[in-house]
C-alpha cells in the first residue's frame, strides 16, 4: 500500500502526545540536533527547519545563534500545539507554521539554511521535496538533511526492516539515493516572476555518518544556483 501524507498526518499526530518524553530523544534525536548545530554560521540570517515537531530544535539554535531568524515547518497541528510552550519562551525569534513539505510557503531564496531531521522518509514524493528545499535557499545556501542509515546490515534491519514493519511503506534512502537528489533538478518556473532558473542542483555535497543502534547520514549540500535569465530548449518550453 502506498504511503501517503494523510498517513504521516495521522501518524505524527498520534506520536505528538509522548515524542518529547520518547526514547528516542537521547538516541538519535539530541545527537542529530548537535550535529546540525554544528554547521550553523554567526553569519547565517534566517534558517527554515522542515518537520520541525515541537521545536526543540529550533529554540536551540535560537539560543546559540541569538541573531537568527528561525522558521520551522510541520505537517502535524499536534505537534505543532506541543511545542506551544517551548516556543513561547524565544519569542519573535522563533515562527512556526503549518505546512507540507512539497509546497513551502515562503519566497523563492528566503533561507540562507534549511534543515530536516528525521522526517524526510516519511515524505512520499521525495524528490518534489528536495526541488522545494532547493527552491527556498538563496544562491550558495546550504541543505542540511539527516535520516536514518540504512546502508549498512544494522541500519538496513532497523530501518527496511523494524521501522517499515511499525510505520507502513516509509522509504529511508541509500547515501546513494540521496547524493542523486541533490544533484538533479532539472528546469522549474521562478513563482515571483516570469524569470527562469536552470537549477543545477546542489553543489559540494557532503555526507557525514554516525553509528550506533540508530545509525543516522547528514547530507549536506551548497544551492548550486543563478539569478541569470535562461532560455528554455525548445523541447521543454512546450
Same mark, same amino acid.
Given at each position: 500500500?502506498?504511503?501517503?501524507?494523510?498517513?504521516?498526518?495521522?501518524?505524527?499526530?498520534?506520536?505528538?502526545?509522548?515524542? !518529547?518524553? $520518547?526514547?528516542?530523544?537521547?538516541?538519535?534525536? %539530541?545527537?542529530? /540536533?548537535?550535529?546540525?548545530? =554544528? #554547521?550553523?554560521?554567526?553569519?547565517?540570517?534566517?534558517?527554515?527547519?522542515?518537520?520541525?515537531?515541537?521545536?526543540?530544535?529550533?529554540?536551540?539554535?535560537?539560543?546559540?545563534?541569538?541573531?537568527?531568524?528561525?522558521?520551522?515547518?510541520?505537517?502535524?497541528?499536534?505537534?505543532?500545539?506541543?511545542?506551544?510552550?517551548?516556543?513561547?519562551?524565544?519569542?519573535?525569534?522563533?515562527?512556526?507554521?503549518?505546512?507540507?513539505?512539497?509546497?513551502?510557503?515562503?519566497? !523563492?531564496? $528566503?533561507?540562507?539554511?534549511?534543515?530536516?531531521? %528525521?522526517?524526510? /522518509?516519511?515524505?512520499?514524493? =521525495? #524528490?518534489?521535496?528536495?526541488?522545494?528545499?532547493?527552491?527556498?535557499?538563496?544562491?550558495?545556501?546550504?541543505?542540511?538533511?539527516?535520516?536514518?542509515?540504512?546502508?549498512?546490515?544494522?541500519?538496513?534491519?532497523?530501518?527496511?526492516?523494524?521501522?517499515?514493519?511499525?510505520?507502513?511503506?516509509?522509504?529511508?534512502?541509500?547515501?546513494?539515493?540521496?547524493?542523486?537528489?541533490?544533484?538533479?533538478?532539472?528546469?522549474?518556473?521562478?513563482?515571483?516572476?516570469?524569470?527562469?532558473?536552470?537549477?543545477?542542483?546542489?553543489?559540494?555535497?557532503?555526507?557525514?555518518?554516525?553509528?550506533?543502534?540508530?545509525?543516522?547520514?547528514?547530507?549536506?549540500?551548497?544551492?548550486?544556483?543563478?539569478?541569470?535569465?535562461?532560455?528554455?530548449?525548445?523541447?521543454?518550453?512546450?
Amino acid at each position: 500500500m502506498a504511503y501517503l501524507r494523510e498517513t504521516a498526518n495521522r501518524e505524527f499526530d498520534h506520536w505528538s502526545r509522548t515524542y !518529547d518524553r $520518547s526514547w528516542l530523544q537521547w538516541m538519535i534525536f %539530541h545527537p542529530s /540536533h548537535q550535529m546540525m548545530l =554544528q #554547521q550553523l554560521r554567526a553569519s547565517d540570517e534566517r534558517l527554515l527547519d522542515i518537520g520541525c515537531g515541537t521545536g526543540q530544535f529550533l529554540v536551540q539554535a535560537a539560543h546559540e545563534f541569538s541573531n537568527l531568524g528561525c522558521f520551522g515547518l510541520d505537517l502535524s497541528a499536534k505537534m505543532l500545539d506541543q511545542g506551544q510552550e517551548r516556543l513561547a519562551r524565544v519569542g519573535d525569534q522563533v515562527t512556526v507554521v503549518r505546512g507540507d513539505s512539497e509546497r513551502l510557503p515562503f519566497a !523563492d531564496g $528566503s533561507f540562507d539554511v534549511v534543515t530536516c531531521r %528525521h522526517s524526510f /522518509h516519511h515524505y512520499p514524493r =521525495q #524528490q518534489a521535496a528536495v526541488a522545494e528545499m532547493f527552491r527556498v535557499l538563496r544562491p550558495d545556501g546550504r541543505l542540511l538533511l539527516i535520516d536514518g542509515n540504512r546502508d549498512r546490515l544494522w541500519g538496513w534491519l532497523v530501518f527496511d526492516v523494524a521501522v517499515t514493519t511499525i510505520e507502513g511503506g516509509v522509504h529511508h534512502c541509500s547515501g546513494l539515493e540521496l547524493r542523486a537528489l541533490f544533484r538533479k533538478m532539472g528546469w522549474r518556473k521562478v513563482v515571483a516572476s516570469s524569470d527562469l532558473f536552470r537549477l543545477a542542483g546542489f553543489a559540494q555535497v557532503e555526507q557525514f555518518s554516525r553509528r550506533g543502534l540508530a545509525p543516522f547520514l547528514m547530507t549536506k549540500g551548497v544551492a548550486a544556483k543563478s539569478t541569470k535569465q535562461f532560455v528554455l530548449p525548445a523541447a521543454r518550453a512546450a
